[in-house]
């Protein structure tokens, strides 16, 4: 079975700032890679995926990630966050298991953005 | 205006009683999720279908129950064998199964005393 780790569990950083959350998965076959974020109390939005081709991926609200085949990493960036962006962050791989599809997730990344 | 809907988003019962979580979607989606979300654990899935009258145990059934009579609607059963059932449960839909980007709902908050 597939698993994911966000390696922190918490990020706190100033509005402007540079951000990247950490994710390492641990299939050796090729994955499709997602980040999702939820805002307080809300469901889950789609930021990016990773299917193939290019390994830097960019997606919704400035954010981009880069797959890292040999490090088993798919870190999420952003060049410069604003209040905004305080929410969970969830990295995701898929699986094929028992005929079908599912997503295994890690446990989140809070990000708080502080003024 | 296509999207899922979870309905009630907070959800209060007394310990012993079963309880029903509604989803419903108007996206044409084949497959439904449930995820349980707790603090500091991610999701876990508790139950999917892929097409209607279908459906397959997640990695965390025990005590649950679903099902999926209709292609719109994916509800689930929080039963009294549920341990401890206080969670945020989300809802999900994705269009098949050679597709990737599952859509979310809103969530419920079950608060169990």
């Known amino acids: 079975a597939q698993s994911v780790t966000q390696l922190d569990s918490q990020v706190p950083v100033f509005e402007e700032a540079p951000v990247e959350l950490r994710c390492n998965y641990s299939s050796s076959v090729s994955v499709y890679l997602f980040w999702y974020v939820q805002y307080p109390n809300q469901g889950l939005q789609l930021l990016l995926k990773?299917?193939?081709?290019?390994?830097l991926v960019k997606g919704i609200n400035g954010f981009e990630a880069e797959f890292n085949k040999s490090q088993t990493s798919f870190h999420l960036r952003k060049p410069s966050v604003h209040i905004s962006d305080t929410a969970e962050y969830f990295c995701?791989?898929?699986?094929?298991?028992?005929?079908?599809?599912?997503?295994?997730f890690g446990a989140g990344t809070r990000l708080a953005v502080h003024p | 205006d296509g999207g899922i809907t979870q309905s009630p988003k907070y959800l209060f019962r007394k310990e012993g009683q079963n309880v029903t979580l509604s989803c419903e979607q108007n996206l044409n989606h084949d497959a439904m999720y449930w995820y349980r979300q707790d603090p500091g654990q991610g999701l876990r899935l508790i139950y999917y279908s892929q097409i209607v009258n279908d459906f397959q145990k997640g990695d965390i059934a025990e005590g649950y129950s679903v099902s999926r009579e209709k292609k719109e609607s994916f509800p689930l059963t929080v039963t009294s064998a549920q341990k401890n059932p206080t969670a945020f449960y989300l809802c999900?839909?994705?269009?098949?199964?050679?597709?990737?980007?599952?859509?979310f709902g809103p969530g419920t908050r079950l608060t169990v005393t």
């Open positions: 999900a839909s994705k269009l098949g199964q050679s597709f990737d980007e599952q859509y």
């Open positions: 995701a791989v898929r699986e094929f298991s028992g005929g079908y599809n599912k997503l295994i």
């Open positions: 990773y299917l193939s081709g290019s390994t």
